[in-house]
């Protein structure tokens, strides 16, 4: 079992910037962010497998980058030039091979952990 705690969020004003922490309790292949607006269903963000290897999703590609410090296994989510609709909590997950290489991986498929969350708000 593993064990995912997010850090980070808060309220930031237009183009603003935030960098999100998830410390996980142990190794996993793959990991990546998520996020739920209100009233919206689960979107998946980016993932990062154990090589370093990055995707993303077309809303956040140029403004979001996703990396994790093995050694510490710890996952980050620097984003930039925020905008009104990325306000939304905001998971952590983790998994095995499986999640970084399904074609769904938008919807968490292979994600066997996840965070409590953390919220990030647009302020205009």
């Known amino acids: 079992q593993v064990q995912l705690v997010e850090s980070g969020g808060g309220s930031v004003q237009a183009g603003g910037s935030l960098r999100l922490s998830c410390a996980a309790s142990?190794?996993?292949?793959?990991m990546g962010w998520f996020r739920q607006a209100p009233g919206k269903e689960r979107e998946g963000i980016a993932i990062i497998n154990s090589a370093g290897s990055t995707t993303y999703a077309d809303s956040v590609k140029g403004r979001f980058t996703i990396s994790r410090d093995k050694a510490s296994n710890k996952l980050y989510l620097q984003m930039n030039s925020l905008k009104p609709e990325d306000t939304a909590m905001y998971y952590c997950a983790a998994g095995g091979v499986r999640a970084c290489y399904s074609g769904s991986w938008s919807v968490g498929s292979g994600m066997n952990y996840w965070g409590k969350g953390t919220l990030v708000t647009y302020s205009s």
């Open positions: 142990g190794y996993t292949y793959c």
